[in-house]
């Protein structure tokens, strides 16, 4: 099955999401928010998982509070939800297409990394697929005012390697994050779930 097909089209910046995108990540934070949602009472579905990607940890506690009618502290949540992904997240793994894709792009254009996560938790999943260091630009929610699907991430990604939205590619695996590309006027690539 092929992930993404890489643009004919040559760019100046591009921008890569992490979980899901360049780290096959997602089944690890799938069964975080479980575990995290169970301890709290609430059963989360891997279908209600999934249509929460790319949005930032604190909403999607806010979203389960609304859905369920409980009232879970945001923050703590979250951070406690961090805390079993990170005890689990040396099953991560790469996405080759991706990866590879990123090194060769690399060559000739600047790269950074925007995502909904917390900026440790998505360096360690960096380091863990073997990206340590090679992202110059990281964007993570808690550095901007508004998360996916509003384009700041990506804009202060673009604004940090100094290259206009218009000259941008955004690779992302969510549709809260094609969302935010296109609200940021960039051009997207969807990379399907391996």
Request: glycine fraction near 8%.
């Amino acid at each position: 099955m092929t992930i993404f097909t890489p643009p004919e089209k040559l760019y100046k910046g591009y921008i890569f999401d992490c979980d899901g995108t360049l780290a096959n990540s997602m089944p690890v934070h799938y069964a975080a928010w479980r575990q995290t949602a169970e301890e709290n009472g609430v059963a989360m579905s891997e279908e209600l998982f999934y249509s929460l990607g790319g949005v930032p940890t604190t909403r999607i506690v806010e979203i389960l509070n609304e859905k369920f009618g409980t009232n879970m502290d945001p923050e703590q949540v979250g951070k406690r939800k961090e805390e079993v992904y990170v005890q689990n997240m040396d099953e991560t793994k790469p996405i080759e297409e991706v990866t590879a894709f990123a090194r060769k792009v690399a060559t000739f254009a600047k790269v950074s990394v925007a995502s909904g996560g917390y900026l440790p938790v998505v360096e360690k999943t960096l380091e863990v697929i073997g990206f340590k260091d090679f992202f110059p630009i990281i964007v993570t929610t808690e550095q901007v005012t508004r998360g996916k699907p509003f384009p700041d991430v990506f804009l202060e990604a673009a604004k940090r390697m100094g290259v206009p939205p218009n000259e941008c590619l955004v690779l992302e695996d969510s549709p809260a994050g094609i969302e935010a590309a296109k609200a940021a006027g960039m051009d997207y690539s969807f990379v399907a779930k391996p």
